[in-house]
């Protein structure tokens, strides 16, 4: 089949990550993957070009997307067309029905939108509502990356949540022993010698994530030789600069920006920490448990206790508690679980598991039926 993916552009967001395992899970077993995308641009558009078409809508504006992406559809006639996140997820199937052209759209999302666009106002969450009710009804498939997500959007788009398949996101093995080793060494060098207990967090510096809550849970921290390190870039940069001075932590505090691959960084860390008030699904909990490496996260909405099972495989605190944080960073770095323990649940989230669901959605009827 040829599999068309549909993103805003390729920054290096979980989402676009996940749709590039994606992609090269799909071509591994015979498929032909292209991007389209809004604007080309972004921190990953180069890795993609490397190893799979690309097609420019030039569509800046989301409301000159829906032309585009019919005169697209027409032209390159997709067998399949996978749209994620709002509110491409409510153009793409009605772009589809206004093509004549005849091919499967599954949407996907991968946040709670509720907690997304709590503030953007009643007439823009009206628009949402409306938008991607129409969209998830026009879709052939719709799929959410966590059960939280998926009833969601189920309430906003007023969609049954019987409609609606839970994929979870996923997360490609990491490297063998050998190349493991070369990706520690690297990882070394960026802790700034040696350190007691090094703490991580991956991902962009925005309000979602609350990055304050974990630099002050780790400020209290009875490690006074311990070490956090920030994986990832952001508006919100400065103000953690700023804190961690005031807080008192500012030269325990590593700011390496935004990573590629930040494999080195999970193989080297004693403790993974997610303080996000909310999430779609937490692929940095996945990959840290693949290196084995402990994880504390709030129980936010929506994925973390989905991953760790309630608390099975990592410590959950309350969303917003700092205290709490703290008390489980500090019994976490003192009693760490076994790491292949750690790597047998992450072994759960395989591309090889994800794609296949995938493709159980978009495959012809008559091959189903043989």
């Not at 890795?47 to 559809?73: D, G, H, S």
């Amino acid at each position: 089949m040829k599999i068309s993916i549909l993103l805003p552009d390729l920054r290096g967001g979980g989402v676009e990550r996940v749709r590039i395992i994606l992609a090269h899970e799909f071509a591994r077993v015979g498929h032909d993957v292209e991007f389209v995308i809004k604007q080309a641009r972004g921190e990953l558009l180069e890795e993609v070009q490397k190893n799979f078409a690309i097609v420019e809508l030039a569509t800046p504006r989301v409301r000159n997307v829906m032309p585009a992406l019919i005169r697209y559809l027409r032209q390159s006639r997709p067998d399949a067309l996978l749209a994620a996140m709002w509110p491409l997820t409510a153009i793409a199937p009605l772009a589809q029905r206004l093509s004549g052209h005849r091919c499967k759209v599954v949407v996907s999302e991968h946040n709670t939108l509720s907690q997304q666009y709590c503030g953007w106002g009643k007439f823009h969450r009206a628009t949402l509502c409306g938008s991607a009710g129409v969209g998830y009804r026009l879709a052939h498939a719709r799929v959410a990356v966590s059960d939280g997500v998926a009833w969601d959007i189920a309430s906003l788009s007023r969609v049954s949540r019987s409609a609606f398949t839970v994929i979870h996101n996923p997360v490609r093995p990491f490297a063998g022993a050998g190349a493991g080793a070369v990706d520690r060494a690297r990882g070394d060098e960026f802790w700034s010698g040696p350190c007691g207990a090094r703490i991580l967090t991956v991902g962009s510096m925005k309000p979602q994530k609350n990055h304050p809550l974990l630099l002050r849970a780790f400020a209290r921290l009875s490690r006074t030789d311990a070490r956090l390190m920030f994986v990832g870039d952001g508006a919100g940069r400065n103000t953690l600069e700023v804190l961690a001075k005031e807080l008192g932590v500012a030269e325990r505090v590593i700011f390496v920006g935004f990573q590629r691959d930040p494999v080195q960084f999970y193989q080297t860390a004693d403790l993974f920490v997610l303080s996000s008030d909310y999430e779609g699904f937490g692929n940095v909990l996945v990959e840290a448990l693949a290196s084995g490496t402990p994880v504390v996260s709030t129980d936010c909405p929506s994925g973390p206790s989905e991953i760790l099972e309630g608390g099975r495989f990592g410590r959950l605190v309350p969303v917003g508690d700092e205290a709490a944080l703290f008390r489980a960073m500090q019994t976490e770095l003192n009693t760490p679980p076994d790491p292949d323990y750690l790597r047998a649940r992450a072994a759960d989230f395989s591309p090889v598991i994800a794609a296949q669901k995938y493709l159980d959605l978009i495959e012809p009827e008559d091959k189903l039926n043989d």
